[in-house]
Nanobody
Framework: VQLVESGGGLVQPGGSLRLSCSVTGIGALYPMSWYRQGPGNSRELVAIETMGSSGEKIGQTNSVVDRFTISRDSVSGVVYLQMNNLGPKDTAVYYC?????????WGKGTLVTVSS
């Protein structure tokens, strides 16, 4: 299982970025999530997307509700994190994660810096 994030960079406050996570080695139906780790902080869950018998379910941490959107391309399996109205507190390394076969797999992360 391999996860590769992309799309990070420097953005001004109020700006937007879209992160992508390319996943290989597993199908497109496993729970996928985005985490972030800001300077001096522990890693925190940002958003999670699962596909079950009752359809797609999405969870988000309160600080990103109405600003961030997680989505998944069901064909390619690429997972996205659309981030709008970014602020300095969103500065962090963002990690993509997959749950598969009882394990949690991680990408190496992509840095998002929000600064004027």
């Amino acid at each position: 299982v391999q996860l590769v994030e992309s799309g990070g960079g420097l953005v001004q406050p109020g700006g937007s970025l879209r992160l992508s996570c390319s996943v290989t080695g597993i199908g497109a139906l496993y729970p996928m999530s985005w985490y972030r780790q800001g300077p001096g902080n522990s890693r925190e869950l940002v958003a999670i997307e699962t596909m079950g018998s009752s359809g797609e379910k999405i969870g988000q941490t309160n600080s990103v509700v109405d600003r961030f959107t997680i989505s998944r391309d069901s064909v390619s399996g690429v997972v996205y994190l659309q981030m709008n109205n970014l602020g300095p507190k969103d500065t962090a390394v963002y990690y993509c994660s997959a749950e598969y076969a009882g394990r949690q797999f991680w990408g190496k992360g992509t840095l998002v810096t929000v600064s004027s």
